[in-house]
């Protein structure tokens, strides 16, 4: 069996997918005449296997060893909501071959084979929080670690304790001062870099990721709110004022 460990872009759950079928793409150099009996093998071979043509790859008329990588057409199916995805891979030849011969129950073996979405190429891709780059760099991988921990159903505390970190490192990164993370929050709001309900909003974050790092403490709901709120916070912290010195600088270069 072929199998794909995903995060379907339909149900953004993380599960397996089972493949349907497998083709390669793309051009291929022209083979001479001279190498028609290797082809003519080749089918032969298919053929004993008591299979179709059809069913594997036909290098009649191209040159192309076994080792050569080749571009793959996949049909995947997603055990969680059974909806079909697309999805691309590359690989040698051979296997090609041989996953295809597995893919369709060619011969004696009976092979599992699994792929990692590192190898695959997905279409439609799955969802994710499209990342600012005026946020420090720490936090534009985590916003995204957050939302998949949401989108897959994660223990919630997980994703809590991670928002307290994202905080922690925006204090850091603003200038805060202080010993602690508390502190840091309170010298944001008297220099004025963020707001009364944003201080308090940070606050909550602070204090029930504390509990959710050490006691794994933290409900869904109290999850989702709080990367609502981060959202919200970069975008007034980070973002804005770097949109604007952007369009700032366009205009002056159109002047």
């Given at each position: 069996?072929?199998?794909?460990?995903?995060?379907?872009?339909?149900?953004?759950?993380?599960?397996?997918?089972?493949?349907?079928?497998?083709?390669?793409?793309?051009?291929?150099?022209?083979?001479?005449?001279?190498?028609?009996?290797?082809?003519?093998?080749?089918?032969?071979?298919?053929?004993?296997?008591?299979?179709?043509?059809?069913?594997?790859?036909?290098?009649?008329?191209?040159?192309?060893?076994?080792?050569?990588?080749?571009?793959?057409?996949?049909?995947?199916?997603?055990?969680?909501?059974?909806?079909?995805?697309?999805?691309?891979?590359?690989?040698?030849?051979?296997?090609?071959?041989?996953?295809?011969?597995?893919?369709?129950?060619?011969?004696?073996?009976?092979?599992?084979?699994?792929?990692?979405?590192?190898?695959?190429?997905?279409?439609?891709?799955?969802?994710?929080?499209?990342?600012?780059?005026?946020?420090?760099?720490?936090?534009?991988?985590?916003?995204?670690?957050?939302?998949?921990?949401?989108?897959?159903?994660?223990?919630?505390?997980?994703?809590?304790?991670?928002?307290?970190?994202?905080?922690?490192?925006?204090?850091?990164?603003?200038?805060?001062?202080?010993?602690?993370?508390?502190?840091?929050?309170?010298?944001?709001?008297?220099?004025?870099?963020?707001?009364?309900?944003?201080?308090?909003?940070?606050?909550?974050?602070?204090?029930?990721?504390?509990?959710?790092?050490?006691?794994?403490?933290?409900?869904?709901?109290?999850?989702?709110?709080?990367?609502?709120?981060?959202?919200?916070?970069?975008?007034?912290?980070?973002?804005?004022?770097?949109?604007?010195?952007?369009?700032?600088?366009?205009?002056?270069?159109?002047a």
């Open positions: 069996m072929l199998t794909a460990s995903i995060v379907c872009p339909h149900c953004n759950k993380s599960d397996l997918a089972t493949f349907s079928e497998l083709h390669e793409f793309g051009d291929r150099p022209f083979l001479p005449a001279d190498d028609a009996k290797s082809v003519m093998e080749f089918e032969r071979s298919v053929r004993r296997a008591n299979t179709s043509t059809d069913i594997l790859p036909k290098p009649s008329r191209h040159r192309l060893g076994a080792d050569d990588p080749v571009s793959v057409a996949a049909l995947l199916i997603c055990q969680a909501c059974f909806l079909p995805i697309l999805a691309t891979v590359e690989m040698s030849r051979i296997e090609l071959i041989n996953h295809q011969k597995e893919l369709h129950k060619i011969g004696t073996g009976r092979a599992n084979t699994r792929f990692t979405m590192d190898e695959l190429r997905l279409f439609p891709q799955p969802n994710s929080l499209p990342v600012h780059s005026s946020w420090p760099e720490r936090v534009q991988r985590l916003m995204p670690d957050i939302e998949r921990m949401l989108q897959q159903s994660f223990d919630p505390s997980i994703a809590v304790a991670t928002c307290r970190t994202v905080i922690d490192l925006c204090t850091k990164d603003l200038g805060g001062t202080g010993k602690n993370i508390a502190d840091r929050i309170d010298s944001l709001l008297v220099k004025g870099v963020i707001t009364k309900p944003i201080a308090d909003w940070a606050h909550h974050i602070r204090s029930l990721g504390a509990n959710a790092t050490h006691d794994a403490d933290g409900g869904e709901d109290e999850a989702r709110a709080f990367a609502t709120f981060l959202r919200f916070f970069l975008r007034a912290a980070y973002e804005l004022g770097a949109d604007v010195k952007s369009a700032l600088t366009s205009s002056e270069h159109k």
